[in-house]
Antibody, heavy 117, light 107 residues
Framework: QVQLQESGPGLVKPSQTLSLTCTVSGGSISSGSYYWSWIRQPAGKGLEWIGRIYTSGSTNYNPSLKSRVTISVDTSKNQFSLKLSSVTAADTAVYYC?????????WGQGTTVTVSS | EIVMTQSPATLSVSPGERATLSCRASQSVSSNLAWYQQKPGQAPRLLIYGASTRATGIPARFSGSGSGTEFTLTISSLQSEDFAVYYCQQYNNWLLTFGQGTKLEIK
């Protein structure tokens, strides 16, 4: 069973770029046909899908964030990453990585990112 | 964007009773609908996909139904561990969208 673990800075300054990594264990990120997603959840609120990358490298991004988001894969490290530029306080949230093309059946534990000076 | 609307926002039910949660899509999503359970401080857990197929390890008391724009998650006999927030999510469109959630609380 694949397992996912998010990592990255817990504090980011306004206008800077948020960078997170999701490490995949128990399987290869490049074998098979998988979608690797990022989702976020502000404190006390619902889930927002940020975007995903397919095994082939193709990406889909939420239009509400598209101009600021980049998701990429590093197959040598069995990781995929999220970059969100020009962050504001509204980007403060728990960020999750997840696997699944429809229903996402594997999730990381989540990492809290706070945007503050 | 397909908007997912869940009702009610909060549902109060006694242990042992049945809970019925609803999810409506702004346009047809066929059967491309998933349900998740989320407990405080935890990541969401996939319960149902394909509108009615239980994910691995999910107890039989959880069932999903519906297609098109109207969906239901039913928990047949509530256990203490079932009190949580439930989200629906459509994947008929590449832009994945979630409902706002239903909080299932103990009555």
């Amino acid at each position: 069973q694949v397992q996912l673990q998010e990592s990255g800075p817990g504090l980011v300054k306004p206008s800077q770029t948020l960078s997170l990594t999701c490490t995949v264990s128990g399987g290869s990120i490049s074998s098979g046909s998988y979608y690797w997603s990022w989702i976020r959840q502000p404190a006390g609120k619902g889930l927002e899908w940020i975007g995903r990358i397919y095994t082939s490298g193709s990406t889909n991004y939420n239009p509400s964030l598209k101009s600021r988001v980049t998701i990429s894969v590093d197959t040598s490290k069995n990781q995929f990453s999220l970059k969100l530029s020009s962050v504001t306080a509204a980007d403060t949230a728990v960020y999750y990585c997840a696997e699944g093309g429809g229903g996402m059946d594997v999730w990381g534990q989540g990492t809290t990112v706070t945007v503050s000076s | 964007e397909i908007v997912m609307t869940q009702s009610p926002a909060t549902l109060s039910v006694s242990p042992g009773e049945r809970a019925t949660l609803s999810c409506r899509a702004s346009q047809s999503v066929s059967s491309n609908l998933a349900w998740y359970q989320q407990k405080p401080g935890q990541a969401p857990r996939l319960l149902i996909y394909g509108a009615s197929t239980r994910a691995t390890g999910i107890p039989a008391r959880f069932s999903g139904s519906g297609s098109g724009t109207e969906f239901t998650l039913t928990i047949s006999s509530l256990q203490s561990e079932d009190f949580a927030v439930y989200y629906c999510q459509q994947y008929n469109n590449w832009l994945l969208t979630f409902g706002q959630g239903t909080k299932l609380e103990i009555k």
